[in-house]
């Protein structure tokens, strides 16, 4: 499907505490884009807007669908059909591995029979190096096996939107790339979009087709990874290219 998600002057604060002052962003079909910056300016709560699970204060999230004539027309976000990788993973302690990632195929009014939701689920364990915790719960897990769990439950579902708040943040060198080259392997097989909240840098450039820079409540810097180069200040240039604030002033 092609489609468009317009993000309008989107506001948000909690109390005095202004954290989204004016977002711009649109998402495109197929399309990942990188949501970067600094702990606590706000990239969870642009998820959590954009899923509907926190309510704005203004601004617009407008969807549309492109049909093959050009013509755009309004459709709801959730038609579109999107999952959510929450950054606590947001697991069903009371249940399995197994029972974890197959939840979002046997809830709902069109529950996919037994065996079907059994290879989608054991396959997608499988190439998480996940066979083997199956049955296990999320207690008796490692974080970084749980970050994985949550990982394969948001993409269970083949969706077309995946919001993805940091899925490799505490995973080892080898599972983390497991986790991006799952990503754009995916993104290719069932044609996803995705924004993909990162403190990797630049280790997610690799996936990407834009970085959203997101600081002082708006998107600073909106391009291709390699138009970082383009930047002339250069604090904002070597925080965007390397992760690092080199810099008191930035
Ligand atoms: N439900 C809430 N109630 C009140 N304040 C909130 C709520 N959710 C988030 N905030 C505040 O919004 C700001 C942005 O939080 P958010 O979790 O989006 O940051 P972040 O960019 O995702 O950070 P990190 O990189 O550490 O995950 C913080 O000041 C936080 O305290
Ligand atoms: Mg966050």
Known sequence: ????????????????????????????????????????????VLLKLIAGILEKNSG?????????????IPISFN???????????????SMTAFENVALPLIEGNNPLPKEKVKEKVNH??????????????PGELSGGMNKRI????????????????E??????????FTVFDMIEKYRNLFGF????????????YKIVDSVAWLDEGKIQFFGKPENIDLISEIPIREYLK?????????
Not at 9 to 24: A, E, I, R
Not at 33 to 41: E, L
Not at 79 to 84: E, H, K
Not at 193 to 204: K, M, N, Q, R
């Open 150 to 165: 949550a990982f394969a439950r948001a993409l269970v579902t083949e969706p077309k939107v995946v919001l993805f708040d």
């Open 193 to 204: 979009s995705a924004l993909l909240v990162s403190h990797d840098i630049p280790d997610v």
């Open 242 to 250: 390397t992760g690092r604030i080199s810099s008191r002033n930035l």
């Open 60 to 72: 617009t999230i407008e969807c549309t669908k492109i049909l093959e004539s050009g013509e755009a």
């Open 167 to 176: 899925p490799t943040t505490g995973l080892d060198p080898e599972r983390k």
């Open 79 to 93: 038609d579109i059909g999107f999952s959510y990788m929450f950054q606590n993973n947001a697991l069903f302690d």
């Open 1 to 44: 499907m092609n489609f468009q998600i317009n993000i309008k002057g989107l506001s948000k604060h909690f109390g005095t505490n202004v954290v989204l002052d004016g977002v711009d962003l649109q998402i495109t079909a197929e399309t990942i884009t990188a949501v970067i910056g600094k702990s606590g300016t706000g990239k969870s």
């Open 124 to 137: 997608l364990l499988e190439q998480l190096d996940l066979a083997s915790s199956s049955n296990r719960y």
